[in-house]
């Protein structure tokens, strides 16, 4: 996020676009691995290691 700060306010041409570009990066990174956790660690078994107790009880 600071790099795209620093593209706005450089005064380059396009850089509102260059910015806005950023953001969308940053959400969509954001929204991609925050939806793909949990599935992740499942895979992994990370419940064992965390002492999760299991689904069926």
Do not use: K, Q, W
């Amino acid at each position: 996020m600071a790099y795209g700060l620093l593209v706005l306010h450089s005064g380059i041409p396009n850089a509102v676009e260059v910015y806005e570009l950023v953001v969308v990066c940053i959400a969509l990174s954001i929204v991609a691995h925050s939806s793909t956790d949990v599935p992740v660690a499942r895979l992994f078994d990370v419940e064992d290691i965390a002492g999760v107790p299991d689904r069926d009880g």
